[in-house]
Structures are given as structure tokens and as C-alpha cells.
């Protein structure tokens, strides 16, 4: 049978079930709206409150902190003069501002992703039932392309930061909630009973024993959400995010090489910074609870 005589619908069926589901939606978008405009609104007032933390910031002090958290989570010299350098150079190459609201955005996004994704993981470590549910749905957020999620929060939201945010959220989160539940399913059977043996709640057991133990694990998902909150910059650049993306795009638009050549590189720098104190910080914990495990 070729592909041609493969049973289909007929286009203007298929046109009446897509008009339905646009008009639905829009109808809803339309009528519901404000709703979710209301509900975002603190964490609009956050993402601002954050973003005007970081562009007020005098820029020694921001270095001074970079270098002192790298230095901190890494104990490696090299990491610290790769930071302070990189971050030099963004501010000789006149791309600071836009630099801060990136690091601010990215900040918001991986502490909202923490708020949700933790508790999520943790009850998919509870509820089998709840995990046969979300892992396909997972897997469809990390394979769907990330300008489809830009569809449907324009339309409920907007053009402006949060829609981005949330854009962003949507696409990071789920590396977090993976290796949450992971880290909890790893922790040693023996340890569990160790607790059970001393009389220890349900709370009790997650709180002070898996929870620690699969510290590990959660930070291995923070790092990968960084990564990629950082790879949605220019795509969320398309709603109102401001940051690096939005000069990048610019020099797509307008073909100036060295204005997306110095962003990207940018980007690339806040990658690796915020990688190697992530990971750094891992492995700090990784060593703190391996041999008591």
C-alpha cells in the first residue's frame, strides 16, 4: 500500500477540527486573560524586583560575588579567573546591562523551577501511578520545539517578560523533576530501614534522609535547567525578554555580524560560569554525603 492510499481525513474535516480548536482556544484566551495576567502578577513583580537588583548592582561588587561563589563551589582558581575575565570582557564589549537581565531572568527561572519541580519529584517518588502519567509528558516538553510554547502563553499573556518566563519554565523544568525523583528512588534501602528502625515518619525519612542523600541528583538537575533556560534566551528574545537575546536577534534581522558574534560568545560565557559553579557545588555535596551513605 503506498502512502498515497492511506486512510486520512479529509481536508475540510481536518480544517473544521483545527478552526474549532483555534476559535476554542482563542475564545478562552480571550475571556480568561486577565485571570492569568492577575495570577502571574507576583512573579512579574519578582522578575522586576530581581532584574533591578542585578543592573543596579555596581559591577565590582557583582564580580567580587561571581568570583567568591565560584571560588567557593569549585575551590579551583582557574574557574574564578575564567569568571572574573569573562565577565570583564562583557563589560569592555559594552554588553553588561543586557548581561544582568540575563543572569536575572535565568535566576528567576531556576528558582521557579525548583518551587515546582521538587515538590514534583518528590511525589513521583510516592505515587507510581503519577509517574506512568508525567514521564510521557515530560518527554514530550523536552522534545517539542521550544518555539511552540511561545503559542499559546502569547495568546493567554502577551508580549512581554513574563510570557517569556514562562516559556523558559516550561522548557527547563523538567530535568529537575527527573533526577529529583531519581535522586530519592537512588538512596539505600538499608538507610530507609535504618530510619524505620528508629521510629521515623514518612516526613521524617524525606526531610532527613533522602532529601540530603539525593542533594546530588537535585543539583545534576539544576544545572541542566540552567542550561537550558540559557538556550531559550533568544527565543524568548521574540516575546520581550530583555537580555542578550534580544541584540542577537537584532543581528540576525539586520545581518551585523559582530553584534550576534559578541552576544552569543556572551551567552556562551554565562553558560559556562554558571555550569562549573553548578557543577562544582554537586560535587561538593556529592562528596559531603558519599561516604555517609
Not at 475564545?27 to 495570577?39: L, V
Not at 523544568?173 to 530501614?193: F, K, N
Not at 540530603?212 to 544545572?223: C, Y
Not at 533556560?229 to 537575546?245: D, H, K, P, R, W
Request: hydrophobic share 55%.
Amino acid at each position: 500500500m503506498s502512502w498515497q492510499e492511506f486512510p486520512a481525513l479529509s481536508p475540510e474535516t481536518l480544517r473544521a477540527i483545527k478552526k474549532a480548536i483555534d476559535h476554542g482556544f482563542l475564545n478562552y484566551s480571550r475571556s480568561s486573560g486577565e485571570m492569568w495576567e492577575q495570577f502571574f502578577f507576583p512573579l512579574k513583580q519578582f522578575l522586576i524586583a530581581s532584574e533591578h537588583a542585578f543592573v543596579g548592582m555596581p559591577w565590582p561588587l557583582m564580580v567580587g560575588l561571581l568570583a567568591a561563589l565560584a571560588w567557593w563551589s569549585t575551590r579551583r582558581s582557574s574557574v574564578v579567573i575564567m569568571a572574573v575575565l569573562s565577565l570583564l570582557a562583557i563589560g569592555l564589549f559594552d554588553m553588561w546591562e543586557d548581561t544582568m537581565k540575563t543572569f536575572s531572568m535565568i535566576l528567576v527561572a531556576t528558582v521557579v523551577c525548583l518551587v515546582i519541580g521538587l515538590p514534583i519529584g518528590v511525589a513521583l517518588s510516592r505515587f507510581p501511578a503519577l509517574r506512568r502519567v508525567a514521564m510521557p509528558v515530560m518527554d514530550a516538553m523536552q522534545t517539542m520545539p521550544s518555539f511552540v510554547y511561545l503559542i499559546p502563553v502569547v495568546m493567554l499573556l502577551g508580549i512581554g517578560k513574563v510570557p517569556g518566563l514562562i516559556a523558559v519554565v516550561i522548557y527547563a523544568i523538567a530535568p529537575i523533576i527527573r533526577l529529583t525523583h531519581l535522586g530519592i528512588e537512588w538512596v539505600d534501602e538499608s538507610l530507609l530501614e535504618a530510619a524505620d528502625a528508629f521510629g521515623a515518619t514518612r516526613w521524617q525519612k524525606l526531610i532527613r534522609v533522602q532529601l540530603p542523600l539525593a542533594l546530588p541528583s537535585i543539583m545534576a538537575g539544576v544545572n541542566q535547567s540552567i542550561m537550558l533556560a540559557l538556550s531559550m534566551v533568544v527565543v524568548a528574545a521574540m516575546i520581550g525578554v530583555q537580555g542578550l537575546g534580544q541584540p542577537v536577534l537584532k543581528a540576525i534581522s539586520n545581518q551585523y555580524f559582530t553584534l550576534g558574534v559578541f552576544n552569543g560568545l556572551a551567552i556562551v560565557a554565562i553558560a559556562m560560569i554558571l555550569d562549573r559553579i553548578s557543577q562544582g557545588f554537586g560535587k561538593r555535596l556529592q562528596a559531603q554525603e558519599g561516604p555517609k551513605s
